[in-house]
């Protein structure tokens, strides 16, 4: 049996634990985390993030041997093992502010197991972090008095919220990266161990160190560079009468560019692919690479010009005046099936929105009380309605944020009946039957698709 403790409940590390736990049970897998109302909501009924499948394997595995805690020094004395999923925000503040990695959580939680350890242990790199984070961290936990040796491994995690228990379970491959020197090599091992409890071998690659948090870095900004690609040609389409979804479907039927990350959207979001990103455009400045760093960069810019171009499409339609109309947004999550609204696209478009005085209702099935949150000042300005029926009455448009299902199923008739007319829908995210809604009556406008709209001009 070997204790397992996560530093970190987070996304990341509440899941990833969760899955370890029910697949490892002669493992005691102990998650910890400064957050006390976090911790107490992981040993409650109401976890505190919502990701479909987790409810169920906590629940199996929770005070068996999954435990949630806050005594961190406690039980980082008694880990073999521990991993790091706490947050690395972008910096705020000094040199690198605005791109480079904020590591003082990192290194704080490094000194704190250097602090609260009296036997050698691993110590496991969840978090992204930039590349070589784990030699810092290696110089940090080796300079102890007491002589303790400390291995420091990259695990990076893949897993995409919604999705995150199907990741973890089955993933597409797991990483492990590590020193060359037999203690490393044991390090690697004892992390291999754990995943062959169901993943097969062949998914599981160990490398170097510094591949490892690099292929994190680098997958992040790949997947991200495909969603800035097809809204790039979604804007053409726009221009030029194409069919963003028709023009998807062929490209990706193409084998060598394959059919997934080219659903054209409101642009990307989430905790990671920005930070990720600008992590990477900060390590090619600091090496000099700066048309690397350039080129990278630019999927962050066209990221933030889909979103105006939205803005911006819902403004000149709507006769070029916003002010005091009522608008419902669909969708505060930056993506469907999770709770979570950090670097949402449908808060910046709210923002956005505000800023031109309209009347901003928001609607989503489970990010409500984050976007209170993120939304900050803004969000005196804004109403809050759970039901997507009441946020659209007397509303001049809706815009779909966020591809949830449950937007889909919606009657949209009694919707349209409700609302100020003309009518208008703005699809961010290509989710809804376009043709019924215009046979409805509502004014259609699409990321990267024709309007159908009832105006002869068009
Ligand atoms: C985080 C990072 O954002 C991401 O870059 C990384 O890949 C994995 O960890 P996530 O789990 O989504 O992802 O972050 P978050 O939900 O904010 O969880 C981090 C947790 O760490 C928080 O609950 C926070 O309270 C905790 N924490 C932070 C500590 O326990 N100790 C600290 O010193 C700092
Ligand atoms: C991502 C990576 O996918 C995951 O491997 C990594 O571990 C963490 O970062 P996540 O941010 O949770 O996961 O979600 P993801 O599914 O990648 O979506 C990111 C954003 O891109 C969302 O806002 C999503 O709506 C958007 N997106 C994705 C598109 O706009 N179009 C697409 O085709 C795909």
């Not at 400045?285 to 499409?313: C, K």
């Not at 009694?414 to 409805?440: C, E, Q, V």
Request: proline share 4%; aromatic share 8%; charged share 20%.
């Amino acid at each position: 049996m070997a204790n397992i403790l996560c530093i970190g409940a987070g996304y990341v590390g509440g899941p990833t634990m969760a899955v370890i736990a029910k697949h490892c049970p002669q493992h005691r897998i102990v998650v910890v985390d400064i957050n006390e109302e976090r911790i107490a909501a992981w040993q409650s009924e109401h976890l505190p993030i919502y990701e479909p499948g987790l409810d169920e394997i906590v629940h199996s595995t929770r005070n068996k041997n999954l435990l949630f805690s806050t005594e961190i020094n406690r039980h980082i004395a008694e880990a073999d093992i521990i991993f790091v999923s706490v947050n690395t925000p972008i910096k705020s503040f000094g040199q690198g502010a605005g791109k480079a990695a904020d590591l003082q959580f990192w290194e704080k939680t490094a000194r704190q197991i250097l602090e609260n350890s009296s036997s050698p242990k691993i110590v496991v790199e969840k978090s992204t972090l930039p590349v070589r984070t784990a030699e810092a961290m290696e110089y940090i936990l080796n300079s102890n008095a007491n002589r303790l040796h400390f291995d420091v491994v990259s695990n990076p995690e893949f897993l995409a919220e919604g999705t995150a228990i199907r990741d973890m379970e089955e993933p597409n491959r797991v990483l492990i990266g590590g020193r060359e020197t037999p203690s490393g090599q044991r390090a690697i091992q004892a992390i291999v161990d754990i995943y062959t409890h169901w993943v097969p071998k062949e998914r599981i690659f160990t490398t170097n160190l510094w591949s490892s948090e690099l292929s994190k870095l680098a997958a992040n900004a790949f997947l991200a560079q495909r969603v800035s690609s097809i809204n790039a040609i979604s804007a053409l389409c726009e221009k030029t009468g194409a069919d963003i979804s028709e023009v998807a479907h062929a490209i990706g039927l193409d084998k060598r560019i394959g059919p997934h990350f080219l659903r054209a959207s409101i642009g990307f979001g989430g905790s990671c692919f920005r930070k990720d990103i600008l992590n990477l455009v900060y390590l090619c400045q600091y090496y000099g690479l700066d048309e690397v760093a350039a080129y990278w960069e630019q999927v962050i810019t066209m990221n933030e010009s889909q979103q105006a171009r939205f803005v911006s499409s819902m403004i000149s339609s709507m006769f070029n005046t916003i002010a005091g109309k009522r608008i419902a947004l669909y969708g505060a999550a930056f993506k469907a099936n999770t709770s979570d609204t950090r670097e949402s696209p449908a808060l910046a478009i709210c923002r956005a929105l505000l800023e031109e005085r309209a009347k901003i209702v928001i609607s989503d099935p489970h990010a409500l009380d984050n976007a209170r949150i993120d939304l900050g000042d803004a969000a005196r300005q804004v109403m809050f309605e759970s039901d997507p029926y009441a946020a659209a009455k007397e509303a001049h448009a809706i815009a779909i944020l966020t591809e949830w299902v449950h937007f889909t199923t919606l009657n949209y008739e009694t919707i349209y009946r409700s609302m100020a007319k003309p009518a208008f829908i703005f699809d961010g995210r290509n989710t809804l039957d376009h043709k019924k809604l215009h046979a409805i009556g509502f004014n259609i406008y699409a990321i990267g698709k024709p309007p159908l709209t009832h105006f002869s001009a068009s």
